[in-house]
């Protein structure tokens, strides 16, 4: 059954990422577009239960393409997960007249999305915001861009003192399923060896190339690790153990954190954003429900939550190898 829609609500759940106020920008200036309306409903599920929701038109998100985080506030509702909550989720936007969601947000966020249309009908259509990369259905996801020059920047500083200093630096990166963010910035950053949770290559394998890289006359070295690696050390237990092992290095250890969530999207983001955007309100307004919006050879695509919270993402094989090549 596919209803008209006339009022779209649209809101972020979950952890927040650069690019969010970009895709809410461009879901609220479709709707202007297309004369529907549009109204913001704010922390996410939790705000949905309350009727946390405010109008928005055109002229309500001026400015905001450029900044990080997310304006309507994103939160973790517990409350959502039962039954009356969603029923009271139900009623509040019946109250407001809203017949179609847009959320933006990650595996859980959709989980909730597909529960939600299942039981009342509200049409929904999904846009990956996580700086993760880790959901299925899409190549990149929103933020992961953003995360990836970020981090980059700050393994560039690290490496000066690295260098300075003639010190080994371990850099915690986000990723505990997956290593998508450790991967590519340790590319761009040039690091020396990379761990993440999709390989497990041994810790004398490390020991091996960090002796190789001390032989072969670096000044500085830098281990890009992922949250998940799977060496079963963490990243301070990693420094000891090098340390114990090759005391010809110094370590440190330099874990990133939530930085990595933060900042002005990249270009690509924010372009990322405003085509994801359009394609959710279009898809709306086609009878179109529990997709997401991804993209894919650079079209954008959909595809049905039900895949994208159940697939994987795969590690890039060839980007692998290009890494392994670098650090000769
Ligand atoms: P991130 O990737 O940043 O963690 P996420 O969207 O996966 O983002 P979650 O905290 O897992 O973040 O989910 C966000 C919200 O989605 C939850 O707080 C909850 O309100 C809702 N949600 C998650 N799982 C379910 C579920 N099984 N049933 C109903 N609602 C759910």
């Known amino acids: 059954m596919t209803v008209e829609i006339k009022k779209i609500g649209v809101f972020t759940s979950g952890g927040d990422s650069p690019g969010m106020n970009a895709a809410i920008r461009s879901v609220v200036r479709t709707c202007a577009y297309m004369k529907i309306d549009c109204m913001g409903i704010y922390r996410g599920y939790q705000g949905m239960i309350e009727g946390d929701f405010k109008p928005m038109d ?3 998100v001026n400015n905001i393409i450029n900044k990080g985080g997310t304006i309507l506030k994103s939160a973790r509702s517990l409350e959502f997960q039962t039954k009356e909550g969603r029923k009271k989720a139900y009623d509040q936007l019946q109250s407001a007249g809203i017949d179609g969601l847009v959320v933006i947000g990650g595996d859980g966020s959709f989980t909730g999305a597909l529960i939600f249309h299942k039981e009342y009908n509200v049409p929904i259509i999904g846009i990956p915001g996580t700086i993760d990369n880790d959901i299925f259905g899409t190549t990149y996801t929103l933020g992961f861009d953003t995360a990836l020059n970020t981090v980059v920047e700050v393994i ?11 010190r080994l630096f371990f850099v915690e990166v986000m990723g505990r399923d997956v290593g998508h ?3 590519n910035a340790g590319v761009g950053a040039g690091a020396e060896e990379i761990l993440i949770p999709e390989e497990n290559l041994g810790l004398e394998r490390l020991l091996e190339s960090l002796k190789r890289s001390k032989a072969s006359g670096k000044s500085s070295s830098i281990v890009v690790v992922a949250e998940g690696d799977k060496t079963g050390k963490n990243v301070f237990e990693l420094k000891e153990y ?3 092992h090759l005391p010809i290095y110094d370590c440190r250890v330099s874990v990133l954190g939530h930085m990595q969530r933060g900042g002005s999207p990249s270009c690509f983001d924010r372009v990322l954003a405003s085509r994801m955007g359009v394609k959710a309100v279009e898809a709306l307004l086609e009878g179109k429900s529990s997709l997401m919006v991804g993209i894919q050879d650079n079209k954008i695509t959909l595809t049905p939550i039900s895949k994208a919270i159940k697939g994987h993402t795969k590690i890039d094989k060839e980007l692998m190898r290009v890494s392994d090549i670098m650090t000769v």
């Open 58 to 60: 055109a002229r309500s």
């Open 156 to 166: 560039d500083k690290i490496r000066d003192t690295a260098s300075s200093h003639n």
């Open 181 to 183: 963010i450790a991967l």
């Open 242 to 244: 090098v340390e114990e």
